[in-house]
């Protein structure tokens, strides 16, 4: 059943909102699919805004990656910071202005107010609570303070940050379209920090004021967020706007249920595209999770997806993202194409001028024949081997839990490796060598079979940096399940 309604005086206009931090996720294409289909289906708008209020983990670089791996899949948007449109601009880094005012419009009606409570005093609270077997939260110490007291502290140029001031009894009901009512009592909900105290806003407040701002009718995100819409609720209440519809997708999990991860699957985008997964494959698949057509059936293009969509037809038992799946639909559509248009895509792929160029320094000293280039550059364009021997990878007098422990400390720092070249890589591995007191020796020679399957390859760092990030994470994920004690 959906609750989900569409009326003639409210256009659909929906958006995606991903934060530009670390590799492309596979869930902002889930959650841009759904969301473009659906206004596709209505004649809406498909918005992408970038939530990059997070000034310390948010990326150009990031960015970018969400901008082109978007694009691979197809899911263009009507509107957004590359594209323009006319209720941008639609990077909330360049939305600062528009937050401050309106905080101002919340401090003058009484919704919100300043907090000026220490980083030492919160840690002091929060000990207390602890000790006392108190629920943690924040004690609301400053919401009445006297208009002079403010002054005063504001004049001595105290800082602060602005909370919501949530009711403090009562409930607060939402309608999620796929649920149904969902009732929060006000108890439980914390006064929400919305304004930090280096002056940007937090995701709830930037959020709420963008979407307002740019009309959405209708908020489609994962279902992680369920617990702040009631604190999005009141916000919207505390301005006096009327909140848009809420629809929370089912969260994509792991062959065993948890919620899906890099740890127990490829979670970029760009390992999708390398690995030669074509973007109607993916759409499709995704497209399946939690979702089906009116007659079951499995393969579908985007445009049928549009015709047919309905909520009535997602469900909410998380739906599995089973890689064997994806690969046997990819087959399909593989076999469908025809040789003509096979050749056209492995040369859009990876058999092209510039993936060769790539190679090429790091081979041209190491063969006689051109034919050797073959074997010798192949595990660049797919897993021709397999790590199955946990011995081979430990270095003379390391074990193999000692050796576990280093790579994955290493596959950890790989992930946080941005942007990604040679010098990064070098980066990251010689900082590892430090941090775990591992000699460069000892550390490169299971990195190298790890991520070529090889004992002797072209230089290290960059060998990787040609095998692309999203590849060698894989494989050094692979190789954890391998070395696991
Ligand atoms: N920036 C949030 C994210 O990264 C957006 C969540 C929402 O759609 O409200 O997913």
Redo the contacts with the bound molecule.
Sequence with gaps: MSHVTVSDDRPVRV?????PTGDPHVG?AY?ALFNRVFARQHGGKFVLRI?DTDQSRSSTESEQAIFSSLGWLGLTWDEGPDVGGPMGPYRQSERTAIYREHIQMLLDNGHAYRCFATAEELAEMRAHQKANKLQLRYDRRHRELSKEEIERRLAEGQDYVVRLKMPEDGATTFTDGLRGEITIQNEEIDDQILLKSDGFPT?HLA?VVDDHLMEISH?I??EE?IP?TPKHVELYRAFGWEPPQFIHLPLLRNEDKSKISKRKNPVSLEYYERVGILPEALRNFLGRMGWSMPDESEKFSLDEMEANFTWAKMGLGGPIFDLKKLDWLNGLYIRELGPEALVDRLMGWRIHREALLELAPLIIERIERLEDVIPMTSYFFGDDFTLDDPQALIPKKRDKLSTYRAVKSLTEAIDNTHPWNAETIEATLRGQCEALEWSPRDLFMPTRLIVTGRKATPPLFETMEALGKARVQARMRASLKVLKP
């Design positions: 958006r995606v909102a991903p934060s902002t959650v939530e995701y959020n908020v995100r994962a967020w702040s």
